[in-house]
């Protein structure tokens, strides 16, 4: 089945302690991107990948961290995570390149972060 | 730079009503693609439509219509005869070229049975 897979589901954590969520995808899609989503704001963009090894700002990047080693594998770090930080973070994946800007981005079922 | 408004920030209706959701937009790019995403209680993101700017035909899908005009840089959203499974946030976005969707707000939806 075509998915894109993030986990955990569910994270508490505190203030500075280092964590990861993971994001996978079984499409081969060339486009990877991380959202978080804050009532009112709507989906904000954090960071995106064109391909492997190419990754760039988004719109919040601040905080963050991303790397692009393999082409279906696109994590998220935060190295301090902040109260600030807390919200519902998605990934998604799509085709890439001219032509394929009217793919749809396939979304992860979110990672739902809380940090004390 | 691009941006997408959604105006109503929740609306409730009572079920069968017909309710329309809008979409404006901003963009400086001659091509670019309109989205609708839904979020149900449940939390993900599923896909309704795409709309590329080359192309303003109206589209119906069952009870769901979107009316696109670039004279007036919208892309609104229909549901016709309301259901309570309707309920949701609903997302409008823009992708220019290079990738980068931006969304709207959201727009909540309550029906009412």
């Known amino acids: 089945e075509a998915q894109v897979t993030q986990n955990p589901r569910y994270l508490i954590t505190v203030t500075g302690k280092k964590l990861t969520v993971t994001c996978s995808q079984n499409?081969?899609?060339?486009?990877m991107s991380w959202y978080r989503q804050d009532p009112g704001l709507g989906l904000r963009q954090i960071y995106y990948?064109?391909?492997?090894?190419?990754?760039d700002k988004g719109d919040v990047p601040e905080g963050y961290k991303v790397s692009r080693k393999e082409k279906r594998n696109f994590p998220l770090i935060l190295e301090s995570p902040s109260p600030n930080q807390t919200s519902l973070y998605f990934c998604?994946?799509?085709?890439?390149?001219?032509?394929?800007?009217?793919?749809?981005?396939?979304f992860g079922n979110g990672t739902r972060l809380t940090v004390t | 730079a691009q941006k997408v408004t959604q105006a109503q920030t929740e609306i409730s209706v009572v079920e069968k009503e017909d309710v329309t959701l809008d979409c404006v937009y901003e963009?400086?790019?001659?091509?670019?693609?309109l989205f609708w995403y839904k979020q149900p209680p449940s939390g993900e993101l599923v896909f309704l439509i795409r709309r590329n700017s080359f192309d303003e035909q109206n589209e119906i899908s069952g009870r769901y219509s979107w009316n696109f005009q670039k004279s007036t840089s919208s892309f609104n959203f229909t549901i016709t005869a309301s259901q309570v499974v309707d309920s949701a946030v609903y997302f409008c976005a823009l992708r220019e070229y290079g990738n980068k969707l931006v969304f709207g707000a959201g727009t909540i939806l309550r029906v009412k049975s």
């Open positions: 998604a994946s799509s085709l890439s390149g001219t032509g394929s800007y009217n793919s749809p981005l396939h």
């Open positions: 963009t400086r790019d001659t091509t670019y693609y």
């Open positions: 499409m081969n899609h060339e486009y």
């Open positions: 990948s064109m391909n492997v090894e190419v990754t």
